[in-house]
Nanobody, 118 residues
Framework: QVQLVESGGGLVQAGGSLRLSCAAS????????MGWYRQAPGHQRELVAG???????NYADSVKGRFTISRDNAKNTVYLQMNSLKPEDTAVYYC????????????WGQGTQVTVSS
């Protein structure tokens, strides 16, 4: 019974910042690589940032230098700090395991809406 609950989304102006949180349960969180994904209208859901169980991060080119992924294993929580937000960052943001789509398809939560106005 993996459960992933995203929070922290909202409406911000271009250039602003937002911090997303994802609370995980039903898994041994500390040994799982985690990712933040997003889906904008008319677009495929895409991986924007990932972090290994040991804390090593990686980012999609579109967000590199602006977003920071981190995790707190004691709290079973992964974070996404988003700075210098652009209107094209507008999407529903989800967290999930960093793994093949077939393995994580059953685990999607409700996501959290991020809207960046210009």
């Amino acid at each position: 019974q993996v459960q992933l609950v995203e929070s922290g989304g909202g409406l911000v102006q271009a250039g602003g910042s937002l911090r997303l949180s994802c609370a995980a349960s039903g898994m041994i969180f500390s040994i799982k690589s985690m990712g933040w994904y997003r889906q904008a209208p008319g677009h495929q859901r895409e991986l924007v940032a990932g972090i290994t169980s040991g804390g090593y991060p990686n980012y999609a080119d579109s967000v590199k230098g602006r977003f920071t992924i981190s995790r707190d294993n004691a709290k079973n929580t992964v974070y996404l700090q988003m700075n210098s937000l652009k209107p094209e960052d507008t999407a529903v943001y989800y967290c999930n395991l960093l793994a093949d789509w077939g393995r994580i398809n059953a685990y999607w939560g409700q996501g959290t809406q991020v809207t960046v106005s210009s």
